[in-house]
């Protein structure tokens, strides 16, 4: 293999890793969508070790656009499931304070009916 065809294919594998991440990401995000945090946090270690992996290498000025562009949209999905992650615990916390204020009042009402 020449050093053309080398190149040609440490870029392809690059490329098929940083479409991989990308991938991961998308599933991330569909997880945490139907609230499956387990499966997302799973499918976030995955990239996290996909990601050691891809950047133990350092990236090559030729695809250091290509990797920024990922990096963003990696961002920019994760900041998207933050904010589930913000939205759906509030509203936990919100039903767990409704429950006890429930309890509260159901034990009031026992304690005065007998």
Do not use: H
Request: hydrophobic share 35%; charged share 25%; with cysteine.
């Amino acid at each position: 293999m020449n050093n053309i065809e080398y190149i040609s294919t440490a870029l392809n594998a690059r490329q098929r890793s940083l479409q991989a991440l990308m991938g991961l990401t998308e599933k991330i995000r569909e997880l945490a969508e139907s609230s499956d945090w387990a499966g997302a946090l799973s499918e976030q270690r995955r990239r996290r070790e996909l990601m050691d992996d891809f950047f133990a290498t350092p990236c090559t000025p030729n695809e250091s656009s290509e990797v920024a562009s990922v990096i963003e949209n990696i961002l920019a999905v994760d900041q998207l499931v933050s904010d589930l992650l913000y939205r759906q615990r509030g509203g936990l916390t919100q039903e767990a304070s409704n429950s006890r204020r429930n309890t509260r009042n159901v034990d009031r009402y026992l304690s005065n009916s007998i």
